[in-house]
C-alpha cells in the first residue's frame, strides 16, 4: 500500500484491497473513506466488499464518491462529518489519492485550515493541489 500521511490523523492512498484491511487497523487506523465510484476500472474492489472487511476489523467506513463531475459542497461536508467521527486516523482511498486529497483539502479549508497551510501538506504527501487553490481560497473567503 502506498499510505501518504497528510497530517497525523488524516492519511490518503491509491486503491487499496479488502486484504489491507486488517494491517490498515494494526497500525492504528480506524476509519476508511471510499472516495471511488463502483465499476470505475476493471477489476477494482467494490466499495461492499472494503466496508465488510473494515466491519470485520472494527473499522468505520464512509463512501464519497467523487466523479469525473467535480465536487460538491454535500461531499465536502460528508468528508468533514467523517473526519469528526473518527476516533483515531483515517485513511481515504480513490484510484490514485488525488481526488481523496482534495476532498480532505476542500474540508479542511472549509473548517478553518490556511489554504497555504494545505497546499504545503498536500505537497509534502506528494498531492499538487493548484489545480483546486481557487476553490480553496473562495472556501477559506467564506469563513
Aim: net charge negative.
Amino acid at each position: 500500500m502506498d499510505i501518504r500521511p497528510i497530517t497525523d490523523r488524516i492519511a490518503v492512498a491509491p486503491q487499496i484491497q479488502p486484504g489491507d484491511v486488517a494491517s490498515l487497523a494494526a497500525d492504528g487506523y480506524t476509519a476508511i473513506v471510499n472516495n471511488r465510484p463502483d465499476g470505475e476500472d476493471a477489476g477494482q474492489p467494490s466499495g461492499d466488499a472494503i466496508r465488510a472487511a473494515a466491519e470485520s476489523a472494527g473499522l468505520a467506513y464512509t463512501a464519497i464518491p467523487i466523479t469525473h463531475a467535480g465536487f460538491s459542497l454535500p461531499q465536502v461536508d460528508a468528508m468533514t462529518a467523517a473526519i469528526d467521527a473518527s476516533e483515531g486516523k483515517l485513511l481515504a482511498y480513490c484510484r490514485s489519492g488525488t481526488r481523496s486529497c482534495n476532498l480532505w483539502a476542500l474540508a479542511a479549508t472549509k473548517a478553518g485550515d490556511e489554504p497555504d497551510a494545505i497546499v504545503a501538506m498536500g505537497q509534502a504527501a506528494g498531492y499538487d493541489l493548484t489545480g483546486i487553490r481557487p476553490l480553496l481560497d473562495q472556501l477559506g473567503s467564506a469563513r
